[in-house]
């Protein structure tokens, strides 16, 4: 079955400090990950996914296939980076699932 | 372009009430997804819809949820009867692929129900 799981419900950094939310995933099959971001007041919206392998607003993420990871990660964290991550995975199917959830906060 | 459109943005009813939430999604898109937000289980998707189809609908709860796609400009997710623990943020959000490459996924705003 399908699952991806965030382990922290809140991660709290001090701005300039490394960031990096966790997200595993269960799949029997190659399946497309990303990240979606939900800013106060905004809309969930895609952050990254990894088949671009992109760094967007400072963040990347590497999917570990043996270790069925895709972590979220920043070198140095900015107050705005605070909101809710979640990560998601899509399979052959279209279906697309998401984690729990993550809200990271950035401490001044 | 507007994005995907959702309403109510806010509705508050009593236990037992019929309960319907819309959503257009944007022009050209293949694909829509009803998911639903809490706190304790954060973003579950209920069913999604490819090309007006119902694909895959065993994250609905419950009988009492149900929903359509009657056009690709239109869908809606029914509760009947309502209940409190419904209480929740529903999401409904498009994609432009299907077939195995549903891409990025585009959200509504939501709708925040709240069932006394």
């Known amino acids: 079955a399908q699952r991806v799981t965030q382990p922290e419900k809140l991660l709290s950094v001090f701005k300039g400090a490394p960031v990096e939310l966790k997200c595993n995933y269960s799949?029997?099959?190659?399946?497309?990950l990303f990240w979606y971001v939900q800013y106060s007041r905004q809309r969930l919206q895609l952050l990254l996914r990894?088949?671009s392998r992109e760094s967007i607003k400072g963040f990347t993420a590497d999917l570990n296939k043996g270790e069925t990871s895709f972590h979220l990660k920043k070198p140095f964290a900015q107050e705005e980076d605070s909101a809710m991550y979640y990560c998601?995975?899509?399979?052959?199917?279209?279906?697309?699932?998401f984690g729990k959830g993550t809200r990271l906060h950035i401490l001044p | 372009d507007a994005g995907v459109i959702q309403s109510p943005r806010h509705e508050v009813t009593e236990m037992g009430q019929e309960v319907t939430l819309r959503c257009k999604p944007i022009?050209?898109?293949?694909?829509l997804f009803w998911y639903r937000q809490t706190m304790m289980r954060g973003l579950e998707l209920l069913i999604y819809?490819?090309?007006?189809?119902?694909?895959?609908d065993s994250g609905m709860p419950e009988d009492r949820f149900s929903a359509k796609m009657p056009n690709a400009s239109f869908s809606t997710l029914k509760i009947q009867p309502s209940e409190p623990r419904d209480s929740a943020v529903y999401f409904c959000a498009s994609s432009l692929g299907s077939g195995g490459d549903t891409g990025e996924l585009f959200f509504g705003e939501g709708s925040r129900l709240t069932v006394l």
């Open positions: 819809f490819n090309n007006n189809v119902p694909i895959d």
């Open positions: 022009s050209g898109h293949n694909s």
């Open positions: 799949y029997s099959g190659s399946p497309e």
């Open positions: 990894h088949i």
């Open positions: 998601a995975l899509s399979g052959w199917d279209d279906k697309i699932i």
